[in-house]
């Protein structure tokens, strides 16, 4: 029997605690030894999970350590260390999130000229014919789900923060656009990427859409919608459109939910095939972004229980504690599309990929998840 939301949060410590001091107690002379140094898409997540431990359970020292990276990795004159502008990769884009709360609570100048420069590099961006940002610059005429997660929310917050008007609709258009170009209309579900030119292997030669869902590009994409939602203004002509679709997905991300774990499989469209397997950073991005958008009233019809059974069954099939403090297990790796070691898109492929415990990739959702679930279930601030 599933466990209800107050007992899935009823411990001595909170899980959200838990998970933060895991990664502090990783740390080596105050910085993450997988962090240090480098500017990239999941330290990025990372630190702002961080950011709202600190937060939501009024512990400065979890944001102590967001700050210290980030600040030794913007130089006086805001250039972002290891950062390249033109290579145009959405996926440098993320950790440009962690700037806004620094700016803010600094004042720094470096910090809104840092800011700056990433939203120079998607004025820039190159583009599909309809304005859909490429992934990468070395992926020619390629939308990925992962990408519209690196940059919508952080143009929905920049557009909140300075009042940049555009911005708002800059970042509708992505979500939308992609939503359009790679939804199954058998499934409702997302596939992981599209391609206008339909010149990749990974691709259907008619539609253009990768050959199948996978369970983490679905998760990216979810929380991007809700990310970027919580920064638009309610007025804003795209802002209904937006939640539309995500009721409509989160229906359909309900009903591949595997019914006996409460979990979601590495690739979606596939439960049950031989070889697939249900996935911890999917299974927590799907049930961090469904619970935020329940929680902001986002998602009307959806059932509690789909988000309950989730988090429940998180805690029960993927996590262990000892005395290293929380893990996190059967989480993939890496998996993408394309590139010079070739990855087709195949189901083959996406069940080949290594499978791996405690890396960031799904330890920052979880962090995040766990949360949203405190918050859910009205754990005292």
Same mark, same amino acid.
């Given at each position: 029997?599933?466990?209800?939301?107050?007992?899935?949060? +009823?411990?001595?410590?909170?899980?959200? &605690?838990?998970?933060?001091?895991?990664?502090?107690?990783?740390?080596?002379?105050? *910085?993450?030894?997988?962090?240090? !140094?480098?500017?990239?898409? @999941?330290?990025?997540?990372?630190?702002?999970?961080?950011?709202?431990?600190?937060?939501?359970?009024?512990?400065?020292?979890?944001?102590?350590?967001?700050? /210290?990276?980030?600040?030794?990795?913007?130089?006086?004159?805001?250039?972002? /260390?290891?950062?390249?502008?033109?290579?145009?990769?959405? *996926?440098?884009?993320?950790?440009?999130?962690?700037?806004?709360? %620094?700016?803010?609570?600094?004042?720094?100048?470096?910090?809104?000229?840092?800011?700056?420069?990433? @939203?120079? %590099?998607?004025?820039?961006?190159? /583009?599909?014919?309809? !304005?859909?940002?490429?992934?990468?610059? =070395?992926?020619?005429?390629?939308?990925?789900?992962?990408?519209?997660?690196?940059?919508?929310?952080?143009?929905?917050?920049?557009?909140?923060?300075? *009042?940049?008007?555009?911005?708002?609709?800059?970042?509708?258009?992505?979500?939308?656009?992609?939503?359009?170009?790679?939804?199954?209309?058998?499934?409702?579900?997302?596939?992981?990427?599209?391609?206008?030119?339909?010149?990749?292997?990974?691709?259907?030669?008619?539609?253009? #859409? +990768?050959?199948? &869902?996978?369970?983490?590009?679905?998760?990216?994409?979810?929380?991007? @919608? &809700? *990310?970027?939602?919580?920064?638009?203004?309610?007025?804003?002509?795209?802002?209904?459109?937006?939640?539309?679709?995500?009721?409509?997905?989160?229906?359909?991300?309900?009903?591949?939910?595997? #019914?006996? +774990?409460?979990?979601?499989?590495? &690739?979606?469209?596939?439960?049950?095939?031989?070889?697939?397997?249900?996935?911890?950073?999917?299974?927590?991005?799907?049930?961090?972004?469904?619970?935020?958008?329940?929680?902001?009233?986002?998602?009307?019809?959806?059932?509690?229980?789909? @988000?309950?059974?989730?988090?429940?069954? =998180?805690?029960?099939?993927?996590?262990?504690?000892?005395?290293?403090?929380?893990?996190?297990?059967?989480?993939?790796?890496?998996?993408?599309?394309?590139?010079?070691?070739?990855?087709?898109?195949?189901?083959?492929?996406?069940?080949?990929?290594?499978?791996?415990?405690?890396? #960031?990739? !799904?330890?920052?959702?979880?962090?995040?998840?766990?949360?949203?679930?405190?918050?859910?279930?009205?754990?005292?601030?």
């Amino acid at each position: 029997m599933a466990q209800t939301l107050a007992e899935v949060t +009823s411990q001595k410590r909170r899980m959200s &605690v838990k998970i933060a001091d895991t990664l502090l107690s990783e740390c080596k002379d105050g *910085d993450h030894p997988k962090l240090a !140094g480098k500017w990239g898409y @999941v330290g990025g997540m990372t630190l702002m999970a961080l950011e709202r431990a600190a937060q939501w359970n009024n512990n400065p020292i979890y944001a102590e350590l967001v700050h /210290r990276h980030m600040d030794a990795l913007i130089e006086s004159d805001g250039t972002i /260390r290891t950062y390249r502008l033109e290579d145009y990769n959405l *996926d440098m884009i993320n950790e440009g999130k962690n700037l806004f709360t %620094q700016w803010k609570r600094s004042g720094e100048e470096k910090y809104y000229q840092a800011i700056l420069q990433l @939203v120079a %590099q998607l004025k820039g961006q190159p /583009r599909t014919s309809e !304005g859909g940002f490429w992934h990468k610059k =070395i992926y020619p005429f390629q939308m990925w789900l992962d990408g519209i997660y690196m940059s919508s929310p952080f143009l929905a917050e920049y557009a909140s923060t300075f *009042d940049h008007q555009n911005s708002f609709d800059e970042a509708a258009r992505q979500i939308l656009l992609i939503e359009r170009k790679t939804r199954d209309p058998r499934t409702g579900l997302l596939c992981h990427a599209w391609d206008e030119s339909r010149e990749q292997r990974w691709c259907d030669k008619e539609t253009g #859409q +990768s050959f199948h &869902v996978w369970g983490r590009a679905m998760g990216w994409y979810a929380m991007a @919608v &809700v *990310d970027a939602l919580e920064h638009f203004p309610i007025d804003h002509p795209q802002s209904g459109q937006i939640m539309g679709i995500f009721e409509r997905m989160a229906q359909a991300i309900a009903h591949a939910q595997d #019914q006996e +774990s409460g979990l979601w499989y590495q &690739v979606m469209d596939q439960n049950g095939r031989e070889g697939n397997y249900l996935e911890a950073s999917a299974s927590c991005m799907l049930t961090y972004a469904l619970a935020k958008g329940q929680r902001l009233n986002y998602l009307a019809e959806l059932d509690p229980k789909v @988000v309950e059974n989730a988090y429940a069954g =998180i805690l029960k099939q993927f996590v262990t504690e000892d005395e290293k403090g929380v893990h996190l297990h059967r989480i993939c790796h890496g998996a993408g599309l394309g590139g010079k070691k070739y990855r087709d898109g195949s189901y083959a492929y996406y069940i080949s990929e290594e499978i791996v415990s405690d890396v #960031q990739m !799904g330890v920052a959702p979880f962090l995040l998840a766990s949360i949203e679930m405190e918050k859910m279930a009205g754990v005292e601030e």
